[in-house]
């Protein structure tokens, strides 16, 4: 077989065991998860292509076929695993060695606040953030790869530098902060969870400046290279490899980078004259949608 770099986003289903107030898929919950079976086929169809899998949910790591799967996807020949998750059953010391025994190569838990409080306001469930700190423990003493994902919103972005200090202090390999999509909750909740842009800038690139400092990868998601200025290496985008994503029949796409081009994001009149204008993709179309498009200058 013919090797190549492509990798699949395998959307195993709805359900999860936190209830996040800015959840893209919370009008999707009550649809389940995927059965075993449609799963494998995926797997499958899709090693044809690519040789890295993301196995994500909802939260994957509460099925009872989770080690069956990441089994399956070690078999089937997958080079890199990744487990993209809410990091709670990590803070099994088993947990973590069945999972890595399976084959995962890599891990990538949410942390979405610097304090329990914050972050178990934000996942509405208590004991989340103790749980999630000490899977990411757990793991990093099992030697394995930690790329965290903190969704920025308003009652966080503040505190994204200091999210940095603690994610550095538990030594993760990579973190990203990735302005909140607002679709589901955060779309239903717009005014109280998602942030103006311009104003989540500076802390966002403090945050990065306290990660790049201690030779960390750290990376900022779904903001436009105008709000970017000086930090354009850690944009998320420029480094995604090529995805297919692999779900329910309506999430399914052949090209994530595509998908998010012409029909996530929103681009806008005076994009035609930035000079970023081919690289950048512009921000998720909701914000726009709700808040305009003058926070967005061009750069000449
Ligand atoms: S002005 Fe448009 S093209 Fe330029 S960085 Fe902002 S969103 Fe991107």
Same mark, same amino acid.
């Given at each position: ?13 709805f359900?999860c065991?936190n209830n996040c107030r800015f959840c893209v898929q919370a009008d999707n919950k009550c ?27 909802g ?65 509405k ?20 790869? &930690?790329?965290?994902? !903190?969704? @920025?919103?308003?009652?966080? +972005? *503040? #505190?994204?530098?200091?999210? %940095? /200090? ?17 679709m589901g909750n955060a779309g239903k909740n ?48 420029? &480094?995604?490899?090529? !995805?297919? @994503?692999?779900?329910?029949? +309506? *999430? #399914?796409?052949?090209?994530? %980078? /595509? ?42």
């Open positions: 077989m013919k090797e190549c770099y492509k990798r699949v986003d395998l959307k195993t289903g359900i065991n649809k389940g998860n995927r059965s075993f079976n449609e799963l494998k086929k995926d797997l499958i169809e899709s090693r044809k292509r690519c040789s890295g899998v993301v196995l994500t949910g939260e994957v790591t509460i099925r009872k076929d989770f080690f069956e799967l990441v089994k399956l996807a070690k078999n089937l020949g997958y080079k890199t695993i990744q487990i993209q998750t809410n990091g709670r059953m990590f803070s099994s010391m088993e947990f973590c060695r069945k999972t890595i025994k399976a084959g995962a190569t890599e891990f990538s838990p949410a942390i979405h606040g610097y304090c329990k409080e914050q972050h178990d306001y934000l996942t469930t208590e004991g989340s953030f103790n749980q999630t700190i000490k899977g990411i423990k757990n793991l990093k003493s099992l030697g394995a790869y &930690i790329l965290t994902n !903190t969704v @920025i919103v308003k009652s966080n +972005y *503040q #505190n994204c530098p200091e999210i %940095a /200090k603690l994610l550095i202090n538990l030594n993760v390999d990579q973190f990203q902060l990735a302005f909140v999509h607002p717009f005014d109280n969870i998602v942030p103006i842009m311009s104003l989540v800038a500076p802390y966002v690139h403090k945050a990065l400046q306290i990660g790049i400092d201690a030779g960390k990868s750290a990376m900022a998601e779904a903001i436009p290279y105008c709000f970017m200025q000086g930090y354009e290496q850690c944009i998320s985008e420029r &480094i995604m490899p090529a !995805t297919e @994503i692999r779900g329910k029949k +309506y *999430q #399914n796409t052949d090209s994530f %980078a /595509k998908q998010r081009k012409i029909s996530g994001k929103s681009k806008f009149s005076q994009c035609k004259k930035c000079k970023y204008d081919l690289a950048c993709e512009g921000p998720w179309k909701e914000y726009p949608e709700k808040r305009g498009d003058k926070e967005f200058v061009n750069i000449k």
